[in-house]
């Protein structure tokens, strides 16, 4: 794994690189963004883990404290842990382009994330 390709992957499973508000000056969460309290990011670091995907209790439950985001989340992880940061990096690019404003995937089941991402394992 390159480490340009897990730079632009947040601990949650989303790719900051291509998020939309990445380009209106949000820093991404491996560089200091994201939320001040992000209990994913917090955990990840304290276990010196690269995401969630590599945590054996995954999917914890700071997954589901937040359901407009989990299925997105959770789909997203899936993908990462089938396919690898890189593969899913390219993935999100060809399915969602340069630049994409998430707030529309709210409240998706993971099948969804994973169908729309190429992810015929769904």
Request: glycine share 14%.
């Amino acid at each position: 794994m390159t480490d340009s390709a897990l730079a632009g992957i947040a601990y949650c499973g989303l790719s900051c690189a291509v998020c939309s508000h990445s380009s209106e000056g949000c820093k991404v969460c491996r560089a200091g963004g994201g939320p001040e309290q992000c209990n994913k990011r917090d955990c990840c670091v304290g276990k010196r883990l690269d995401g969630c995907w590599q945590c054996d209790s995954f999917p914890c439950g700071d997954f589901f404290a937040d359901e407009a985001w989990t299925g997105l989340c959770i789909g997203c992880i899936r993908v990462i842990q089938e396919k690898g940061v890189e593969a899913f990096a390219g993935l999100v690019r060809s399915q969602l382009g340069d630049s994409f404003d998430y707030g529309h995937l709210r409240f998706r089941k993971p099948e969804e994330i994973k169908k729309m991402l190429g992810d015929s394992g769904a």
